[in-house]
């Protein structure tokens, strides 16, 4: 079983910036992605971004530029650096980490990310 506990979320104004953080606790496969995404109210939950325990990594295009994923894999954790905030960035953030095949899938309970203009 794995949990994944989210952290760093907040209010800042447009332009602000904030790191976000997710902790991975428990075993699974060597081979998994974990990423970043995002629900806003009456929205859809989209990726943010995404990387592999290759350290392949993949963003959404709206963030592209903007936001970085990184891993500290000694540490178990993800991180995402959000600089440039915009409104339309305002959502909750979840973790989740899954496993090739969908061998298995792991969300976290996510973190609210506020931008006011």
């Known amino acids: 079983q794995v949990q994944l506990v989210e952290s760093g979320g907040g209010s800042v104004e447009t332009g602000g910036s904030l790191r976000l953080s997710c902790v991975a606790s428990?075993?699974?496969?060597?081979?998994?992605?974990m990423g970043w995404y995002r629900q806003a109210p009456e929205k859809q939950r989209d990726m943010v971004a995404l990387?592999?325990?290759?350290?392949?990594?993949d963003y959404d295009d709206s963030v592209k530029g903007r936001f970085t994923i990184s891993a500290d894999n000694a540490k178990n954790t993800i991180y995402l650096e959000m600089n440039n905030l915009k409104p339309e960035d305002t959502a909750v953030y979840y973790c989740?980490?899954?496993?090739?095949?969908?061998?298995?899938?792991?969300w976290g309970q996510g973190t609210q990310v506020t931008v006011s203009s």
């Open positions: 989740r980490k899954w496993g090739r095949g969908g061998s298995f899938d792991y």
């Open positions: 428990g075993s699974v496969d060597s081979l998994f992605a």
């Open positions: 990387i592999s325990s290759s350290g392949y990594t």
